[in-house]
Each structure stands twice: as structure tokens, then as C-alpha cells.
């Protein structure tokens, strides 16, 4: 019997969590992030603001929860685009198309992020899923090297070009400061990425 209770009661904390979680985005997706609090958050999800305190003890944790579910899902997506049988090159394209629309996607979470947890909480938290997807892409460039499609220079001078440029584009997409579509976004950055910025010789 207690070992029903406890798997019970695991899989009553996952769709608890679950709920909190979706609350979380859909009161982003409609209010300011100064507007975010346990109570709303309590509210949205249709639970007791003390049943949301037993899941997390404050708000800058559960923004941390919140956004390291964010992380898992984009981990998840880059994971799935690397085991498919696409071309090295449309990796990388969907790729980026992921890491550029992300931003977008959570800018309310990541502004939220910035307002209530230190940077040393988020360096740390951030840097497992760097690596990751450090690894991923080194693994697709060295892909893309064997099939010809890169030039032959080390695959850690092509992720440094590849992360230079996509990290900018996607830093704009995150202060607001591009008036274009992500995919309009990700065909500028890739193609300057693939074959640089000089006009080419009639």
C-alpha cells in the first residue's frame, strides 16, 4: 500500500505541476511581468495559493522551474532535428530556426528571469544546456565537414561562427528589436553564415 500512495501520489504532482506550469505561460502570453504572482499563478491554475507554496517556496523558484521546463523542451526539439535523417545543412537550419524563435516565444519567462534570479543562478543553470547543445551542433558541422558541405577548417571555428551570428540575431528577437519574421531572420543569418557578407563576381 505505501508504495501506491507514493506513486500515486507522484503521478497527482506531475499534472499539478504540469497545471502550474501551463498557468505560468498562459498569464505571460497576457500580462507585464510585473504583474506575475504566486496568487495569479495559484488562480490560473485552479489551486490553493498554499498548494502552490508546497510546490514552491517562492516565486524566483518557481520562475527557475519554469524556465529550466522551457530549456528541457528546447533540449527535447534540438535533440529530435539532430536524429532525423535531414541533410547536415537543414539541421543547422532548423536548428537556428529554433534557437531565434525561441527568444520570441519566452521573452515574458526570460524578462521575468532577469528581474528576480541572480546571474550566477542563471549562468549555472544555463550552462549544461550550452554544452549540450555545444555537442549537437560540433556532432551535425562534423557531419557537414564529411559531406563537403563546410569547408575544411576545424568544426570548433565553424560552431563559433554559427553561435556569433545566431546569438546576436536572436538577442535582438529578444529585446524587440527586429521588425522581421524569425524565418526572414534565420534566411539573413544563414546566409551570411554560409556565404558571408561580399557581393558576389558576375
Known amino acids: 500500500m505505501p508504495r501506491y500512495n507514493k506513486k500515486r501520489k507522484a503521478a497527482v504532482d506531475a499534472i499539478v505541476k504540469e497545471d502550474i506550469y501551463k498557468a505560468v505561460n498562459r498569464i505571460l502570453s497576457k500580462y507585464h511581468p510585473r504583474q506575475f504572482t504566486m496568487s495569479l499563478v495559484a488562480r490560473e491554475a485552479g489551486i490553493a495559493r498554499g498548494t502552490l507554496y508546497n510546490y ?11 524556465i529550466m521546463r522551457a530549456i528541457k523542451s528546447y533540449e527535447d526539439r534540438m535533440q529530435r532535428i539532430a536524429a532525423s535523417d535531414m541533410p547536415a545543412w537543414d539541421k543547422l537550419l532548423a536548428i537556428a530556426e529554433l534557437d531565434m524563435s525561441v527568444p520570441s516565444e519566452k521573452r515574458q519567462l526570460v524578462s521575468l528571469l532577469f528581474q528576480m534570479v541572480s546571474r550566477a543562478t542563471m549562468q549555472k543553470e544555463a550552462e549544461k544546456s550550452i554544452r549540450q547543445e555545444e555537442e549537437c551542433i560540433t556532432k551535425i558541422i562534423e557531419s557537414g565537414l564529411r559531406q563537403g558541405i563546410f569547408r575544411d577548417i576545424p568544426a570548433s571555428d565553424i560552431l563559433t561562427a554559427y553561435f556569433g551570428i545566431v546569438e546576436k540575431f536572436a538577442n ?8 522581421r519574421t524569425v524565418a526572414e531572420d534565420v534566411k539573413i543569418a544563414m546566409g551570411i553564415f554560409m556565404n558571408g557578407v561580399t557581393a558576389r563576381q558576375s
Open 56 to 66: 514552491f517556496k517562492s516565486k524566483s523558484e518557481l520562475v527557475v522551474y519554469a
Open 172 to 179: 535582438r528577437i529578444l529585446a524587440d528589436k527586429s521588425n
